[in-house]
């Protein structure tokens, strides 16, 4: 039988590196706030999807009037963020049955294909854990910074073709990704993923998208207008 679906649409950030007056997935994008955009992506590519959102505490009044005045009528769950990304996932879980399959998305990636998104949860269907990725184009440099400077650090390199950015939507069995968020937090879970590889579990995976960034400073909402203007 089909599992179920869910989004956890993470938005508990408090977007300090956009310096705008307010969290990076409630600025507008063509007129819509980034995280509205994000939420209608996930609607579209899976009708039905029961769709979690975290926000920072102080914004819950804010985005719950934000959706009645711009007749953004999805229906959602509404839940309090954490300290960390960690954290916020872990509140959110608490509202997620076991036997479902669970997307977790940053709220600020709103040019995610219907057909990535789709396809990540079609492959889930068999595989527990299914994430995106990007091979890295750039040559990686390994640095530290001492006094100010950036210095090699002697015999660290890194072989590119061995290196993948990941991306989200990444989705789970929810009863591992759950188990997995009973683990203590460490401070090298930056995505889900490494949360549910610390916890023993294999991974599977799909290629990303290009145009699937996460929008974290001001060049990156230039780049998202000037690609969302491709398809207008
Ligand atoms: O900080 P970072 O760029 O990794 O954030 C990725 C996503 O996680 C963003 O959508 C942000 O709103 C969300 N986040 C969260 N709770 C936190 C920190 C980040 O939901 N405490």
């Not at 819509?32 to 209608?40: D, G, N, S």
């Not at 188990?179 to 990303?208: H, Q, W």
């Amino acid at each position: 039988m089909e599992r179920k679906k869910y989004v956890i649409m993470m938005a508990a950030g408090s977007g300090t590196r956009m310096g705008a007056g307010r969290p990076k997935q409630f600025i507008e994008l063509g007129g819509k706030a980034i995280l509205q955009r994000t939420i209608e992506v996930f609607r579209r590519a899976c009708p039905g999807i029961s769709v979690i959102t975290v926000l920072p505490e102080d914004f819950i009044q804010y985005w719950k009037d934000y959706c009645i005045e711009h007749n953004f009528s999805c229906p959602q769950i509404l839940v309090k963020g954490g300290i960390t990304r960690f954290h916020s996932v872990r509140n959110a879980l608490d509202r997620v049955p076991e036997g479902a399959l669970v997307a977790v998305h940053d709220g600020v990636r709103p040019l995610v294909s219907e057909a990535l998104v789709s396809g990540i949860f079609a492959k889930a269907e068999e595989s527990a854990a299914v994430i995106p990725v990007l091979p890295c184009i750039d040559t990686m440099k390994v640095l530290e910074s001492r006094d100010g400077e950036l210095q090699t650090i002697p015999g660290m390199s890194v072989d590119r073709s061995l290196l993948y950015g990941a991306q989200t939507p990444q989705v789970f069995h929810s009863e591992i990704l759950k188990e997995a968020y009973s683990l203590a937090y460490d401070t090298s879970f930056t995505d889900d993923a490494s949360v549910v590889e610390k916890y023993g579990k294999n991974l599977s995976y799909v290629i990303g998208e290009r145009f699937n960034i996460k929008i974290t400073t001001q060049d990156d909402l230039v780049l998202a207008k000037a690609i969302m203007s491709l398809s207008e």
